[in-house]
Every structure is written in C-alpha cells, then in structure tokens.
C-alpha cells in the first residue's frame, strides 16, 4: 500500500495518508489520544506554515469562550489570537481536504459518526496561553475529536509553549506535546482536559474539531 497518495485537483493537492491515519485511528482506539510528532505531509505543512506566516495581523482576532451569542472574550481563560478556516484560500482548501479524509477513515475503522468540521489558525505571542479546560463537556456539547498540528520550526524544549494532555481531572502531570513544526495530536474532546502554557516565542497551529450531527427541526447544527 503506498503511504501517501497525491491526487491533483483544481486548487491544490488532495493528501491521503492512510498509514498515519491507521496510526490515529490505533491510537485513538487504544487510549483515546494520539501523539505523532512532525508526521504532517511535508509538502501539506509546508504550504500551511508559508500561508499562516504570510496571513496580514488583522485577519486574527482575540480568542474567547463559546461560540455564536454565547462568545465571551475571557483573558483569565486564554489570550491567543486565532483566524477561522473557511476553505477561502489554496492552503486552507488542502488543509480540508486532508482533514476530509481523516474524517472519512476515522468514521470507516472507529465507526465515530464524525459529521462536520471547524478549525482556526492559532497565533500565541510570547506570553499567552490556554488555561485548563475541556473541548466539550459530557452530554452538552457535540464536539467529539479535537485535532491539532503545529508549524514552529526549530522550536526548544526551553521556548516553552507546550500542549499539556492530562488523562483525567485528578492528573496533575500530564503528558507535555513540544509545538514542532508537522507534529498532530488529536483527542476525544470529552475525555481529556488540557491546557497551553506559556511560550517564550510567537507560537502557530492549528485547531480544530470533528462534530456530529445534532440537527432538529428547527434547529440546524452546526450554528452560524
């Protein structure tokens, strides 16, 4: 089997990396996290670090809590900057369509039921951070994994900046993800609390989130 399929499509390249995916998925099925450093495609990561790079200040905005109406701005929680991804730019379609097929085979070998997709750039000055916290809570939310990639290049153990996994609320250590360029960690978004520390360099990534389809009658999810 090849490791990675190329296949060229009008406005980028579609990526299928189907032996990192079954490492995910084994992963995920096996501890409910997954940790693969600097496993991004490379041409993939490439293209996503030069456009995150290039992307003007303004298009970031601070980042807060919840979401639609319900968004707060709360510095006590998090002080990053992040820019949502709509598909708008080359870079961001490639990024969706890798993400796509993870979707597809992660629905195919753990049978998740994984509907839709959210993400933004993240941009953490020296100095920020994400306390503490759950991507989604136990019956409230339809949140189900949470995905994250890095693009710092060259990035020390002493710039600081980490990803913090903790198994469970009573876990005080954590296992700590160093922010290095390629690197994905992906997680059941109920089970496991996190937190970003501070760094001491501008830190980039993106985030994101596989949903399921809560939809109603009168009620489409996922909301505007």
Known sequence: MQAIKKIKETGGTHFIDESLFTLIAQDINQQGYSIRPTAMPEALINTLYMHQQAMESYKFKEAGIGRGK?????????????????????AGKEW???IANLQSFLNRRLFLGL???????AHYR???????????FKGESNRILSIVVYFNR???????????LYKNDRDKE???VVPLLGTIVAFLSEEFPHEVLAAKRDRYSI????????????KVDPPL
């Open 115 to 121: 509907f839709s997709f959210e993400s933004h750039f």
């Open 154 to 164: 060259h990035w020390l153990a002493s710039d600081g900046g980490e990803l913090v």
């Open 70 to 90: 319900e968004y707060l701005k709360n510095e006590f929680v998090r002080t990053d900057a992040i820019s949502w991804i709509t598909g708008e730019t080359n």
């Open 126 to 136: 020296p100095g920020d951070y994400y306390k503490r916290h759950y991507d989604a």
């Open 207 to 218: 985030a994101g989130w596989f949903r399921v389809n809560t939809s109603v009658t009168d």
């Open 174 to 176: 954590g296992t700590r």
């Open 96 to 98: 969706l369509n890798w």
